[in-house]
């Protein structure tokens, strides 16, 4: 019985050597309905028609393009991946309104990775959005309302919400670089946000700043530069080994608890003339004093609700 058991085990597993893979289905229309995993086999010009539908499974450009002229380019209808295999394989979108249209679609969880993206508008995920290896030029915002999660993303343009990300829990965004020349560089969470190795050039949400939280943030190395209003503003904020500056009203904003390990954060608070007249401008504003250490450096700070031109906080260089 032994023995029998033994052959009956080597022959499922050599059965199971042999089945073959999955087949690919060949993407060759506009409008094509895709069930399984779906490759490209040729540049794809779909000006003129509806989206991609993903019923079930991937779409794989395989180092091709798709170009479309309408808002919905890819529409999955559950979770679902887009990627390029070889890398380099690109969706361009040619009228697409990068504010408006929802691009790409997808009521479950949605992976892209090792693409271009050109134009397109905005990318929704009804849970969480993952994002790794893609370059994003004149996109539109990113949505996952669980959690995103970035990962070496070149997000560049001169549209607003070409770098715009929100989580409704969580950002996570790591070895990335996001600038928008006219527009928005914001990260937003609800929840938390967690920023590593990356930078933020630029734009800003008028409300926000560039990178927000509504309970905390971790800013674990990178740069923050050039925005037109804050850099991070958080309840709870941790910065570490970062650069924030040239920001217009603030480099650092609204946090009740605020650590600052190895890091500059100098040069912010010129951007507006009523800057000290009707708006209280510093490197730091905090609600409470910030614990910084001797690594790292400020010119000025802000006590929030000190009215104008208000109190410091007696811990920077200029204070």
Same mark, same amino acid.
């Given at each position: 019985?032994?023995?029998?058991?033994?052959?009956?085990?080597?022959?499922?597993?050599?059965?199971?050597?042999?089945?073959?893979?999955?087949?690919?289905?060949?993407?060759?229309?506009?409008?094509?309905?895709?069930?399984?995993?779906?490759?490209?086999?040729?540049?794809?010009?779909?000006?003129?028609?509806?989206?991609?539908?993903?019923?079930?499974?991937?779409?794989?450009?395989?180092?091709?393009?798709?170009?479309?002229?309408?808002?919905?380019?890819?529409?999955?209808?559950?979770?679902?991946?887009?990627?390029?295999? #070889?890398?380099? @394989?690109? *969706?361009? =979108?040619?009228?697409?309104?990068? +504010? %408006?249209?929802?691009? $790409?679609?997808?009521?479950?969880?949605?992976?892209?990775?090792?693409?271009?993206?050109?134009?397109?508008?905005?990318?929704?995920?009804?849970?969480?959005?993952?994002?790794?290896?893609?370059?994003?030029?004149?996109?539109?915002?990113?949505?996952?309302?669980?959690?995103?999660?970035?990962?070496?993303?070149?997000?560049?343009?001169?549209?607003?919400?070409?770098?715009?990300?929100?989580?409704?829990?969580?950002?996570?965004?790591?070895?990335?670089?996001?600038?928008?020349?006219?527009?928005?560089?914001?990260?937003?969470?609800?929840?938390?946000?967690?920023f590593a190795d990356s930078s933020i050039s630029?734009?800003?949400? #008028?409300?926000? @700043?560039? *990178?927000? =939280?509504?309970?905390?943030?971790? +800013? %674990?190395?990178?740069? $923050?530069?050039?925005?037109?209003?804050?850099?991070?503003?958080?309840?709870?904020?941790?910065?570490?080994?970062?650069?924030?500056?040239?920001?217009?009203?603030?480099?650092?904003?609204?946090?009740?608890?605020?650590?600052?390990?190895?890091?500059?954060?100098?040069?912010?608070?010129?951007?507006?003339?009523?800057?000290?007249?009707?708006?209280?401008?510093?490197?730091?504003?905090?609600?409470?004093?910030?614990?910084?250490?001797?690594?790292?450096?400020?010119?000025?700070?802000?006590?929030?609700?000190?009215?104008?031109?208000?109190?410091?906080?007696?811990?920077?260089?200029?204070?």
């Amino acid at each position: 019985m032994r023995l029998l058991a033994a052959a009956v085990l080597v022959a499922t597993f050599v059965l199971a050597l042999e089945a073959p893979a999955t087949a690919q289905v060949v993407v060759n229309t506009c409008e094509q309905v895709v069930t399984g995993d779906g490759v490209l086999t040729g540049d794809l010009d779909c000006t003129g028609f509806d989206s991609i539908q993903i019923a079930k499974g991937s779409l794989n450009l395989a180092g091709f393009t798709l170009t479309a002229e309408r808002g919905s380019i890819v529409d999955c209808d559950r979770a679902c991946t887009i990627f390029s295999e #070889p890398p380099g @394989g690109t *969706i361009v =979108a040619t009228t697409t309104d990068p +504010i %408006l249209d929802i691009s $790409i679609f997808s009521p479950g969880n949605l992976k892209i990775h090792d693409i271009a993206m050109i134009n397109v508008g905005r990318v929704w995920s009804e849970k969480s959005l993952f994002l790794t290896n893609v370059t994003r030029t004149d996109c539109g915002s990113l949505l996952g309302e669980n959690r995103v999660s970035i990962g070496n993303v070149v997000s560049a343009g001169s549209v607003a919400h070409t770098a715009r990300i929100e989580g409704t829990k969580r950002v996570k965004v790591e070895d990335s670089q996001f600038s928008a020349s006219a527009g928005y560089a914001t990260l937003i969470a609800s929840e938390r946000v967690k920023f590593a190795d990356s930078s933020i050039s630029g734009g800003a949400d #008028p409300n926000n @700043g560039a *990178i927000h =939280a509504g309970k905390g943030a971790k +800013i %674990l190395g990178g740069l $923050i530069e050039g925005v037109r209003t804050m850099g991070v503003s958080a309840t709870r904020l941790v910065v570490k080994e970062c650069t924030i500056t040239g920001n217009g009203v603030a480099g650092i904003g609204g946090s009740q608890r605020l650590r600052i390990r190895d890091s500059t954060i100098t040069g912010n608070g010129g951007g507006f003339a009523t800057c000290g007249v009707s708006i209280a401008c510093a490197d730091i504003r905090s609600d409470v004093l910030p614990k910084i250490d001797a690594d790292s450096s400020c010119d000025t700070s802000y006590q929030e609700g000190s009215g104008i031109p208000g109190t410091n906080w007696a811990v920077c260089a200029l204070d």
